[in-house]
C-alpha cells in the first residue's frame, strides 16, 4: 500500500448505527486530519492530530469522535448520525513541521450515506 | 462573507485551450496557497503550492497570487482531456501549525476533445 488509504470506501448507515472510519497513512507523515467534503460546499476541517495529540476540533458535533493511536493511523468513531451527515469523509496527512504542514496528501475518502 | 470565493462551473473548453481558474479570498493574513486537483471518486492531489505573492510555473501550469488584490489563478496551457477535474484552491495562514487549510468550493472543469 502506498500513499493514504481509507476503508471502507463506501458505508451506508442507518441513524441508531456505530460505525467506524479507518484512515492509514504510508507517509511516514506525523500529522492526520479529517475533512467533510458535501455537494457545493468547500471542503471543512474537522479535526487535526499533530504527534498524536488531538490539536483541533472544529466544532464538530459529539456524534464524531476521532482516534489516532499513533502517527500512522487515524479513526473516525460515528454514533447516531443524522441524514445530513451524508457526505464524502476525507482523511489526510503531512509532516507536522513548517511549512510542510500545508503539504497535505488526500486519501479516496468514504463515501457516508445516512439514511 | 465567506473566506474563499470559488465559481464551482461547469467551465467547458475545448482540447488545446488556455484554462484560467481563480479563486478570492477575504483574509489578509494567508499567505501559503495552493491548488489542488479532484478526480471523481478520488481524493484531492496537491499541484501547485506558492508562497506570497507571485508566479510559480511547472510544466503547462501557472499559479498566480496577488496579495494586493486577494485573488489567485490558476492557468494551464495546451488543455488536455485528461485535465477534466475539479480544481480546488486552498490557502492557509501559517506554515509552521497544524490549522488545515480553507478551501474554495472547487470548479469543475471540462476539456472538450
Known amino acids: 500500500e502506498t500513499g493514504v488509504t481509507q476503508t471502507p470506501r463506501h458505508l451506508v448507515m442507518g441513524m441508531t448505527n456505530k460505525k467506524s472510519l479507518k484512515c492509514e497513512q504510508h507517509l511516514g507523515h506525523n500529522a492526520m486530519y479529517w475533512y467533510k467534503q458535501s455537494a457545493k460546499k468547500p471542503l471543512e476541517l474537522m479535526f487535526v492530530?499533530?504527534?498524536?495529540?488531538?490539536?483541533e476540533n472544529n466544532s464538530v458535533p459529539s456524534r464524531f469522535s476521532p482516534e489516532c493511536p499513533n502517527s500512522s493511523h487515524l479513526f473516525l468513531h460515528l454514533h447516531t448520525l443524522q441524514p445530513e451527515d451524508s457526505a464524502l469523509y476525507l482523511c489526510a496527512s503531512s509532516q507536522a513541521r513548517g511549512r510542510a504542514y500545508n503539504e497535505q496528501f488526500f486519501g479516496p475518502g468514504t463515501r457516508l450515506t445516512v439514511l | 462573507q465567506k473566506e474563499v470565493e470559488q465559481d464551482p462551473g461547469p467551465l467547458s473548453v475545448p482540447e488545446g485551450a488556455i484554462v484560467s481558474l481563480n479563486c478570492t479570498y477575504s483574509n489578509s493574513a494567508f499567505q501559503y496557497f495552493m491548488w489542488y486537483r479532484q478526480y471523481s471518486r478520488k481524493g484531492p492531489e496537491l499541484l501547485m503550492y506558492t508562497y506570497s505573492s507571485g508566479n510559480k510555473e511547472d510544466g503547462r501550469f501557472t499559479a498566480q497570487v496577488d496579495k494586493s488584490s486577494k485573488y489567485i489563478s490558476l492557468f494551464i496551457r495546451d488543455s488536455q482531456p485528461s485535465d477534466s477535474a475539479t480544481y480546488l484552491c486552498a490557502m492557509s495562514v501559517i506554515g509552521g501549525g497544524a490549522d488545515g487549510l480553507t478551501f474554495g468550493k472547487g470548479t469543475h472543469l471540462i476539456i472538450q476533445p
Open positions: 492530530y499533530s504527534l498524536e495529540e488531538r490539536v
